[in-house]
């Protein structure tokens, strides 16, 4: 992952069409790289990786500060508006073999909207998706991303009322994966000291792995 003064996480989106993948990836990186708009068909419809600068002020070792930087993986949804299941799965299965071959994946993001309720059959489509890609411990592997942070909070909920008025689907699966989970307004620019706590938040997800990262393998055609 990193030799004595770098650190570079590699991670992907994940999750349904239009919950706000691409402009999560966009917050991460300190960038656009990626399209992200509202449409009525699914945006995006092939994996892209983009690459952060070197970001200041995320983590030290030994007391010098590392340069850190973040590498994300934008996928198309699923379900997505004109792709199959199986044209999705091989499409990202095939970016992350491809993009991470050498140092694995760090961390899938499971890409939720905060303004909608998250519903069982929704979500087991979606688990079972991560499953069949990631594999077997896949838990260890994924984080909740909540996007829409900033709809939640102009109705009134912090993110505590949030979570004691949240489903039960949800907090099953915040449970399931430990607990990892994130709440991110992807709909301004996301300034310096945000994008930071994020970033700290998702460092502090892999450490709690022991930095373990997944290798995926080219499927065989
Ligand atoms: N208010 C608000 N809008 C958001 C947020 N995140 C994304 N959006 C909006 O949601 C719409 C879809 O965002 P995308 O980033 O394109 O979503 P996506 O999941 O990549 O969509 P597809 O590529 O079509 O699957 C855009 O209009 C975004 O501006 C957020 O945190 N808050
Ligand atoms: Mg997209």
């Not at 690459?51 to 996928?75: M, Q």
Request: net charge neutral; hydrophobic share 35%.
């Amino acid at each position: 992952m990193a030799d004595s003064n770098e650190m570079t996480i590699n991670v992907v989106v994940l999750g349904r069409t239009q919950t706000g993948k691409s402009a999560a990836g966009n917050s991460l990186l300190g960038s656009d790289d990626f399209e992200s708009q509202l449409s009525p068909s699914s945006v995006t419809t092939c994996c892209s990786l983009g690459h952060s600068c070197r970001i200041s002020g995320i983590t030290r070792r030994n007391g010098c500060e590392l340069a850190f930087r973040v590498r994300v993986l934008d996928t198309p949804g699923y379900p997505h508006s004109s792709l199959s299941k199986e044209q999705v799965r091989e499409m990202v299965r095939s970016a992350l073999a491809h993009h991470f071959k050498e140092e694995g994946l760090h961390l899938a993001l499971l890409v939720l909207r905060a303004d909608l309720p998250l519903c069982p059959d929704e979500i087991d489509h979606t688990i079972q998706f991560i499953q069949e890609l990631l594999g077997a411990t896949w838990k260890d592997f994924t984080a909740v991303l909540l996007t829409h942070a900033d709809k939640a909070k102009e109705a009134g909920y912090s993110e505590e009322a949030y979570l004691r008025s949240a489903s039960s689907t949800l907090l099953s699966l915040l449970s399931s994966v430990q607990h990892k989970y994130v709440f991110l307004d992807s709909q301004k620019s996301i300034i310096k000291e945000e994008r930071t706590i994020v970033l700290r938040k998702l460092l502090n997800f892999i450490r709690q792995n022991n930095y373990q990262v997944l290798l995926l393998k080219q499927s065989k055609e």
